[in-house]
Structure formats: structure tokens, C-alpha cells
């Protein structure tokens, strides 16, 4: 401190006996030292000066001398110790950082403040950009200082200011070849800051030759076993991919995504150390940026190939499956595979016969979801393994067919041990509300845009307990809905219920066959003590038991369930019900992205699918409830002519029994007839040779006896004629029913072929 102050003496000269100067006056004493002084060496002690005096007295250096700091940047450029000691002033002047004095005097944002003074002056941003050409050291490094102080404080007014200065990106860009780590060090965190949300800034830092020398960087560090270096140099790289398509293609055509994969082997099984922890983590980072699901889906179906066929997907699913993996890295490992095979069927097929090192050995996706129904594993690693079995799933139709083969009964008796469906059913019943959810939504998306799934999980029969009949998995989800207490379970199964429902009127039946499952969901809508979400879920399963209704359930046709929501709820309320959901905070955050997540576990309410299927039904439940005054018309009419239809269906099959009994009864009658013809003929044969032979004795008793059979015989037949002659009649009666019924409905064409057909078949019977 004595030296300090011995220095400013030979600077200021000595004070005046009893007078000690201020800091204000020692400051504003050195800032005209600057400005007047003729000599060098004077403006160079001024400077070190004002430098030492800059965090102490930061205002004051700031507010009178910040001018001429940098018209000595102009003045005195050749001498790099003046321009080491102006910069280090600067630095500190524009520092985000408190300063002790500061915190005694309650300022802050002192920094924040000075900066926009600083570059309100544009040449002021050139000068220090031009200061890294300078290898001086001590010129170098602060003028580093100096750039990332200004981002800290106003990144997107410096990133124009940098863009506009004459190969301002290309200096910075230069600093990563510094032999000296601390610059090269300071210039990676510089431009981190400098990418963060600009394209045009990313395209140029990239097309610099970027990549390439952040993996000689990341090589000469010891790859992922590295320090913090190779983590920075890694989120300078994830902050060049990230939501930016131009440098993804450069990326992938640079073949750079081939050298990520020797990087993605697996740990030591000792434990993993802190910093390769989080080089790892910020590779998978990286790695998800080629394949996130808002890329335009060609560049990510590309990348998804290369991954695949350079390794690096059998390379991640080695690390998911490998012992001692820490959990936030396991996480991120998770949600990567999940990106990777999202939609592509190749990759999907690849993960499917991954198989974990367990005994007896499982598929990698069966062990996974044994996780997610475990309250015990972490909610972050939880809602990873959902996202990735969603991913599984996500346009995989066979997928999807695989997981409903494993609950139905042909195939469960010959599946042995755990599978994904038995799983998924078993966390229907857990006592945990979370696994509750996360069963119901993973089912739920077995269903998406798949109509032949729907159809096969109607059959499903859950295991019956002991001296009970099995119940088949729909109305089973039903009955669990009444008896749910908890908001998160009935969200979950509410869900699962219109991804079933939606453009599947076998299940619209199954659920309108279920008691109670009708009056349940309108108790619901009604109640307004409810949870928000529920009422309006249960209003939307409602709504799609209307739009998809093929009135099977005569009780529950599409017109009766319309006029008992008009009568119970109000069709404005009823649509009020639905729309809520759609205004939910809860709704804006799930629909945002595929991935569900989550700070605690009632943070998980609804699933993004679930959001894309609201958003495209909501106008058609709307118009179903409440259509249009031509709809009504339009529906009425419809309704009555498949209640005539029907009627004219089952009169058409009752005549039709009826004709075919007659008819049998007739060959019946008319095989007598013949037979009694034929006896008739024998008779009077056996007449005719009695007469010839009456006058032979004792045969005229006998004769009389046959002409008595002839004469009943005879009688019989007119009986059966009689008979035959009715049976003709009731023939005639029911082909002009037929007749009839056939003109009544000749002008309409839906119905003209289906009656043609029925006639058809009359005839022939």
C-alpha cells in the first residue's frame, strides 16, 4: 500500500502539509495527467495509476476519465504497457461484477451503466476489436476482458456492433490459436457468449473453421476425460447447432458427426468424475441439436441415418445400458436415444433388439419402462424413459402393433416374463399417482393415428382375480376413473380415453355400452368443484361420443347424448368446459414440445400428443355438440331414415323367416299330395280287377271296402289341395309386402341396393 502511494506521490506530486486529498480529486488529478501530459512515460504512470484506482473508484474513473481511456487507446496504440494498463481500467470500469465499495455504498448495475455509455460510440467496440491483433500479452488478454464484459451486460447491441466491424468475427475467431491457454481459454467463453441466439454471428464463427478446431481443442485435452475447456468448447458447439439448420447441414456434411461417436464410450465403472459428468452431458447436448424434433424433419432424418450407420446409435445404447452411469448423464442419454430413432423406422427396429445384460436377459425398452413405473427412480430419469418409449412409438406402427400382441390372450399365455404392455397395465393400479400417469399416457400413445391398435386393445382382457370374470381393459379404465381420488390419475386415464375414442366408433360403443360411464362424465362436467382440467377433459371424451357415434347404442345415439348435454350441462357451458383446457398454463407448456418435464411431480398433467389431438377435434366436437340450424336438419333427417331403414330391416327379415317356413311347408304338403295321388291310382286298379271278378263269391264285401278307401283318399287330396291353395295365397301376400317395401324405398340410392339384395334373396329362398 506504501509503495501505491509513493507511486501517486511521483505522479501528483506531494500534497499540500494537512491537506490529503480525495479519491475524486486523486482521479480527476490523474485524468488531466493524461490529457496534458507531453511526455510518454507521464501518461503511462497516469494510466497505471487510474488502473489501480478503477475498482475502489469506479464511478468516479468511469464518469470523468471513461473518454479519455479510450482517446489514449488512439493516441499512445504503439505502447503496449499504456494500452495493457487503459484496457485493464476500462475492464474494471465496465465490469459486471460488484465491487466491494459498491456493496458499503448500495450502487449497483454501475458496470451495466458505463457499458451502454461506451458503445454508444461504435468505433469505441472497433478500437478494442483491433486490439486482438496486438499478440502483446498484456494486450490481448484485457482486451478479451473487455469484449465479454460488454456481452455480459448488452449481448445483442455488441453482437450488431461486432457483426458490423470489419472482420471483427474473424479476430475473435483467431484467439483459439493462441498457444496461451488463459486467452484461448477467455476467447472460448467470449464467443459462447457472442453465438448465444445469433444466426448470422453462428453461420460466420462456423464457416471460420469452428468445428474443426474445437475438436483439435476438445483432442488435445484429453477428449470427454478432459477439464472445463473441453466443456466450453463443447457448448460453443451447441451453441452454434442449436435452431440453426444452415450450420446443422455444415455439420453433417463436414462429417463431423462421425467424430463424436469415439468420444461416447462408456465410462469407468468406478465412478465417474465431476467434470467428465458434465463433458459428457454437454456432448449429448450437442448430439440432440441435429435431431430435435423442431429441425425440419429431412435434415433430422439424415443425421438419424448417419448416427445409425456410424455407430454412434449401438454406442449410446451401450452407455444407457452400462453400470454406474450417473443420473443426470443416464437422463441425457435417455432423451438422446429417444431423438435418435424418433420417427425412424430403421432406427426404431435397431432399439427394439437392443437387449440389457440382465438375467435372464430383457429388451433395453422393457427395462427402461420397469423404471418409469418405480416411483423410487428419480422424476427427471422418469419422464426420460417416457419420452423416449413415445419416440419408440412415434410413427411405428408395427411398434405399436408388437405392444397391443402383448396383451391380448392369444399371445399372453406364450409371452413369458415382463413385457412392455403387462408393465404398463400393472401401473394402471399402482398406488403411486405418477405411475398412474405415466401407464396412461405411454398406452396412449400406442393408439396415436393407429385405427387397427384401438381395435385390438377392445379386446384386451385383464388377468381376473380369483372367482371373478376377467373385464376387458376399456371399461376397466372407466371403472378406475370413478374411483380415482387424485386429479393426476384421472387426467392421465381421461387421456387415454380420447386417444381411444377419437375416430374409433367401436370404442365410442364400448364406453356408451359401460353403465354409468355416461352419467359419470356428466356429473363430472357439472360439478363445479372439479379440478379445471378434469372438467374439461371429461367434457371433450364426452364431445368425441358424440363425433364419433354410429348410434349402435340406441339409448346413447348421437342425437340423445346432444340433447342430454343441452338439458345437464348447457351446450355453451359444456364448450366452455373444453375451451378452458386449451387456455391452461398447463396445455401452453406441454404443447410446446414433445419431451415431458417437469420441477415437481404435479407439474405433469397433460401430454403433448394429447395437446395435438385437442387442437385438431376441438372445431369437431364443437360442431357435433352444437352444429349449425342446416346440420340439425341435416342430422335429424339422418337419424330418421336409419331408424326407418332399420325398421324396414328387421320387417324384411321376419317376412323373409316367414316366406322360407311356408315354403317348407308346402314341399311338404306337396310330397303328401303325391303320395296320396299315387295310393289313389293303386286303389282303383285294384277296383277295377275286383269288378271284373264280381261275380266270384265273397269278393263284394271286399270291393265295397276298397271303393270306401278309394273315396277317403280322394277326400284327403282335395283337403291337401285345399291346404296348397292357402300356402299359395300367403306366398303372394308376402312377395306384394315385399313389393311394397322395395317401391318405398326405390328413389333412395343408399338404400335401393341393399333392398335388391334382400328381394334377391327371397326369391331364391
Not at 133 to 153: D, G, N, Q, T
Amino acid at each position: 500500500m506504501e509503495y501505491f502511494k509513493s507511486g501517486l506521490k511521483s505522479v501528483l506530486g506531494a500534497p499540500q502539509p494537512g491537506q490529503q486529498p480525495s479519491g475524486a480529486d486523486t482521479v480527476e488529478r490523474l485524468i488531466q495527467r493524461v490529457q496534458t501530459s507531453t511526455l510518454l512515460e507521464d501518461r503511462r504512470d497516469a494510466c497505471r495509476a487510474l488502473k489501480a484506482l478503477s475498482k475502489t473508484y469506479r464511478l468516479e474513473v468511469g464518469a470523468h476519465g471513461m473518454d479519455t481511456l479510450c482517446y489514449e487507446l488512439v493516441q499512445d496504440r504503439n505502447d503496449s504497457e499504456t494500452i495493457g494498463y487503459t484496457l485493464d481500467a476500462l475492464c474494471n470500469v465496465l465490469s459486471p461484477e460488484t465491487f466491494e465499495e459498491e456493496e458499503e455504498r448500495g450502487t449497483d448495475s454501475v458496470g451495466g451503466q458505463f457499458t451502454e455509455i461506451f458503445i454508444k460510440q461504435s468505433q469505441n467496440v472497433t478500437l478494442v476489436l483491433e486490439m486482438l491483433e496486438e499478440f502483446e500479452f498484456h494486450v490481448r488478454w484485457p482486451a478479451v476482458k473487455l469484449l465479454s464484459s460488454m456481452l455480459a451486460h448488452r449481448a445483442r447491441e455488441v453482437q450488431e456492433l461486432v457483426l458490423t466491424s470489419p472482420m471483427g468475427v474473424s479476430k475473435l475467431m483467431d484467439l483459439l490459436s493462441d498457444s496461451r491457454e488463459v486467452i484461448r481459454n477467455d476467447a472460448l467463453l467470449l464467443l459462447i457468449s457472442l453465438t448465444k441466439g445469433n444466426a448470422n454471428i453462428q453461420k460466420i464463427v462456423a464457416f471460420e473453421n469452428a468445428f474443426d478446431r474445437l475438436f483439435e481443442v476438445i483432442a488435445s485435452e484429453g477428449g470427454l476425460d478432459g477439464g472445463i475447456v473441453v466443456e466450453d468448447c463443447l457448448l460453443l458447439m451447441y451453441n452454434l447447432l442449436r435452431a440453426n439448420p444452415s450450420n446443422q447441414n455444415f455439420f453433417k456434411e463436414g462429417s463431423f458427426i462421425q467424430k463424436l461417436t469415439p468420444m461416447l464410450q462408456p465410462g469407468s465403472e468406478d465412478g465417474w468424475a465431476a467434470q467428465r459428468a458434465a463433458n459428457c452431458h454437454a456432448l449429448l447436448q450437442v448430439l440432440r441439436t441435429l435431431v430435435a424434433p423442431a429441425n425440419p424433419a429431412q435434415a433430422t432424418s439424415a443425421c438419424q441415418q448417419i448416427m445409425r450407420g456410424s455407430g454412434l446409435l449401438g454406442s449410446l445404447s451401450d452407455s444407457l445400458m452400462a453400470s454406474g452411469v450417473p443420473a443426470d448423464v443416464l437422463t441425457e442419454t435417455v432423451c438422446a436415444v429417444a431423438e435418435v430413432m424418433r420417427g425412424c423406422g430403421e432406427n426404431q427396429t435397431f432399439f427394439s433388439q437392443v437387449m440389457a445384460p440382465s438375467n435372464p436377459p430383457r429388451p433395453a425398452l422393457v427395462v427402461l419402462l420397469m423404471s418409469m413405473v418405480n416411483e423410487k427412480q428419480p422424476l427427471a430419469l422418469r419422464c426420460a424413459v417416457l419420452y423416449c418409449f413415445q419416440c419408440f412409438l412415434h410413427r411405428n406402427q408395427d411398434g405399436q402393433a408388437q405392444l397391443a400382441q402383448t396383451l391380448l390372450p392369444a399371445t399372453t399365455e406364450q409371452v413369458s416374463g415382463v413385457t412392455s404392455g403387462t408393465l404398463l397395465c400393472g401401473g394402471l393400479f399402482s398406488p403411486d399417482t405418477l405411475t398412474n400417469w405415466f401407464s396412461c399416457v405411454a398406452l396412449s400413445h400406442s393408439l396415436v393415428d393407429n385405427p387397427g391398435t384401438k381395435e385390438q386393445l377392445l379386446r384386451v382382457q385383464l388377468a381376473p382375480a380369483e372367482g371373478h370374470p376377467g373385464v376387458h381393459l376399456l371399461p376397466q379404465c372407466l371403472a378406475l376413473l370413478q374411483q380415482a381420488q387424485r386429479p393426476q390419475t384421472r387426467l392421465g386415464l381421461l387421456q387415454l380415453l380420447a386417444q381411444w375414442l377419437a375416430h374409433c366408433s367401436a370404442a365410442v360403443g364400448h364406453l356408451l355400452s359401460t353403465p354409468n360411464a355416461v352419467a359419470h362424465l356428466t356429473a363430472v362436467v357439472c360439478d363445479v368443484s372439479e379440478e379445471e382440467l378434469v372438467r374439461g377433459l371429461s367434457a371433450f371424451v364426452l364431445g368425441l361420443c358424440v363425433a364419433f357415434n354410429d348410434d349402435a347404442v340406441v339409448s346413447f345415439g348421437r342425437l340423445a347424448l346432444v340433447q342430454l348435454i343441452n338439458k345437464r350441462i348447457g351446450t355453451e357451458a359444456f364448450l366452455d368446459r373444453v375451451a378452458d383446457v386449451t387456455r391452461h398454463e398447463a396445455y401452453a407448456k406441454a404443447a410446446k414440445h414433445p419431451q415431458p418435464t417437469a420441477a415437481t411431480v404435479a407439474d405433469l398433467l397433460l401430454d403433448h400428443e394429447f395437446c395435438r389431438l385437442l387442437k385438431a377435434l376441438e372445431n369437431v366436437v364443437a360442431r357435433a355438440v352444437a352444429p349449425k340450424p342446416e346440420e340439425v336438419v341435416e342430422q335429424v333427417g339422418s337419424a330418421q331414415y336409419k331408424v326407418l331403414i332399420r325398421q324396414q330391416d328387421e320387417q324384411l327379415a321376419q317376412l323373409s323367416r316367414q316366406l322360407s317356413q311356408v315354403t317348407v311347408e308346402r314341399d311338404h304338403l306337396a310330397a303328401q299330395v303325391s303320395q296320396l295321388a299315387a295310393q289313389v291310382a293303386q286303389l282303383r286298379d285294384q277296383n277295377s280287377v275286383l269288378k271284373a271278378a264280381a261275380d266270384e263269391g265273397g269278393l263284394q264285401a271286399r270291393v265295397a271296402e276298397l271303393q270306401q278307401q278309394v273315396a277317403k283318399a280322394a277326400a284327403d287330396q282335395e283337403d291337401l289341395l285345399e291346404l296348397m291353395d292357402d300356402q299359395e295365397a300367403k306366398l303372394t301376400k308376402y312377395r306384394n309386402r315385399l313389393k311394397q317395401l322395395g317401391e318405398k324405398v326405390e328413389d333412395d340410392d343408399e338404400v335401393e341396393d341393399e333392398v335388391a339384395a334382400l328381394t334377391a334373396q327371397v326369391v331364391i329362398n
